[in-house]
């Protein structure tokens, strides 16, 4: 028998267990015998068999083709990072539906002239963009994260915008958001995503994010609960629209596009009550535009 560190130690470095040997009086494996023979002078007459033991790795245990492949350093890091948060955060996340006609009828009618003007065009991130912001200032606590048992709250704005490259979910920074107009917003995402998608991005241009919003709606997702970012403690998820029935009134029903949103935060330093808040808050103003230019 061998214990689980010597078995594990063993499939990576290609060693047969059964040439092995052990001093454990009830012939048990540890971890320094496996070293041990890997280490002897007939280790490489142990370690022959490890090329014919690559060729089944592409075949499953049921004996169907499958292909085994190493994680790229990218996609090995996001992983790490994506089950630690798991691992740490008390994560949670709550829901609710923006009616996106006020967002979409400027859109409609400015567009051409915003893109004449600032030569970017007039997306929906900026107005996220500035509806994160808005919130955050009221509810100070999802701008924050967790030192120990202190709580750092930042009194600044560096908005993370999730971005999908080849090798993976990437989240660039957009610095100061609260200090920048709608069109230096969509100036810089479309910046950051484009060096993304080269993977021309900077170090310093991943590092720092105080809160982050991800939209799966370019994909399609009509729902989702985004993981945290940390040691962030708040994520916004975006969806994709879709005309919905709408009760106007008791008597009115209209289509309408509408969006589903969520926020996953870490319940350890923010209530639920203000999570929900949060997200009303958001609502509301992407709801009313015009308090984007006050709040946000």
Known sequence: AASPAARKLAREQGIDLDQVSSRDPKGRIYPDNVKNHAEAPAAPQAAAPAPQAAAPAAVSQSGKPAERTRMSRRRATIAK????????????????????????????????????????GLGFMSFFTKAVVGALKK????????????????????????VSAKEGLVVPVVRDADRLSFADIEREIATLAGKARSNTLALSELQGGTFTITNGGTFGSLLSTPILNAPQVGILGMHNIQLRPVAIDAERMENR?????????????????????????????????ESLLLEG
Not at 84 to 108: G, H, P, S, W, Y
Not at 274 to 285: H, N, W
Request: aromatic share 8%; net charge negative; glycine share 4%.
């Open 257 to 289: 596009p509408m969006m589903y949103i969520a926020l996953s935060y870490d319940h350890r330093i923010v209530d639920g009550a203000d999570a929900v808040r949060f997200l009303v808050t958001i609502k509301e103003m992407l709801e009313d535009p």
């Open 139 to 162: 509810f100070p606590h999802l701008n924050a994260e967790i030192d120990g048992e202190d709580i750092i709250v930042k009194k600044y704005y560096d908005i993370g915008i999730a």
């Open 81 to 120: 990072r994506l089950v630690e948060a798991q691992r740490t955060a008390a994560m949670l996340t709550t829901f609710n539906e923006v009616d996106m006609t006020a967002i979409m009828d400027i859109r409609k009618r400015r567009k051409d002239a915003f893109k004449e003007k600032h030569d970017i």
